[in-house]
């Protein structure tokens, strides 16, 4: 593991500030806002649609804390783009959003520095406002407690072979991110597959975009597999952080939500690896086991992380969530065991 400490020189443009929000492209938006808002705890937000005088394309967006998701698909039988979009990829996220201070500016930077720009600077108003109260009401009613998913911690892209250092060059060269932190395949990797991994992030450190591309292995990594079945580079899984992942994780199993499993013996390793350390969890561990929430940790801190199985029948998007003490890091310690589990699940689809 690679971390890098030298952010270079401050940006003159203006400050990426957070993940603002991130937009999937799926079959039926409707239907997936609800079952984020039933599954995990998100309420309705905003909605675009005929009602609001959309004839194109439909939006449903949902909230929890600061994390939003918007969820759109066609109203018309002809939209090629989405069409096509869905038919090679499947229901995916399709833009990752950041807000920062200075559009303008940064948008400047960009085009100076070669970015290309898909769509100039626009502006965006109506006066929808949230959907209807009656309906938020029943889902915070039948649904409580909250889970307790704050915010959008990093979101990681999966590549095709060979392109991660020209898309971390693309972060440098047109929106001014450092490498944050690496790992490449000598450190990371199971009997069967492997992957390297560099993590950009803007000069605040707010943001952070790992990005994966599968190593060669006995059998085909769930990189390699995300990539044939998504058709091409895209969003493996977003990170969403909390501050009681215990609370949080306990929750969403109760509202049917599905997780990976790991070994007992994780476990068990992990109690011997951690009686040598001066860190100490503060977590009840069988707590931790019970519900197969993994830790990794150095001697300044601890993270506590786990992952969903997919979102969707291909074997592309999954979530996270994340608990972090004073660590910065992103699970290395973890990534054996992850691929371990996420190797069970490919064995059971025949795609390992």
């Not at 705890?41 to 998701?69: D, M």
């Not at 915010?151 to 929106?175: C, R, S, T």
């Not at 069988?286 to 992952?307: A, C, H, P, S």
């Amino acid at each position: 593991m690679t971390t890098y400490t030298d952010k270079g020189p401050k940006p003159e443009a203006g400050k990426f500030l957070n993940f603002d929000h991130i937009r999937f492209w799926v079959g039926n938006a409707k239907q997936a806002a609800s079952y984020y808002c039933v599954r995990l705890g998100f309420e309705p937000y905003a909605y675009r649609g005929l009602e609001t005088g959309s004839r194109t394309v439909c939006s449903h967006a949902v909230k929890q804390n600061k994390i939003v998701y918007v969820f759109e698909s066609a109203l018309m039988p002809d939209n090629q783009e989405m069409g096509q979009h869905l038919v090679r990829h499947g229901d995916g996220a399709k833009d990752v959003a950041f807000a920062v201070e200075d559009l303008d500016a940064i948008m400047k930077v960009a085009k100076q520095r070669g970015g290309q720009v898909v769509r100039d600077i626009w502006e965006e108003q109506d006066d929808c406002g949230k959907l209807a109260t009656s309906y938020e009401n029943i889902l915070k009613t039948l649904f409580s407690p909250e889970i307790g998913l704050n915010f959008i911690d990093h979101v990681v892209g999966n590549q095709p072979d060979l392109e991660m250092e020209n898309v971390a060059k693309w972060y440098e060269d047109n929106l001014a991110f450092h490498r944050f932190w690496s790992v490449d395949d000598k450190q990371i990797h199971t009997e069967y597959s492997a992957l390297r991994s560099i993590v950009v992030t803007n000069w605040e450190e707010t943001i952070k975009m790992p990005i994966n591309e599968p190593a060669p292995g006995k059998r085909k990594s769930q990189i390699q597999e995300y990539v044939d079945h998504y058709g091409g580079a895209g969003v493996q899984h977003i990170a969403m952080n909390t501050n009681d992942i215990i609370r949080a994780i306990s929750n969403l199993r109760q509202r049917g939500m599905e997780f990976l499993s790991v070994p007992k013996v994780y476990y068990k390793t992990l109690r011997e690896q951690l009686s040598k350390s001066r860190t100490k969890v503060a977590e009840d561990m069988d707590m931790l086991e019970k519900l197969n929430i993994l830790v990794d940790f150095d001697e300044d801190g601890y993270l506590l992380q786990i992952f969903t199985k997919n979102m969707q029948d291909r074997p592309t998007l999954f979530l996270e969530v994340i608990q972090r003490h004073n660590h910065q890091g992103f699970g290395a310690g973890n990534f054996k065991a992850l691929f371990e589990a996420i190797e069970i699940d490919q064995a059971e689809r025949g795609n390992l």
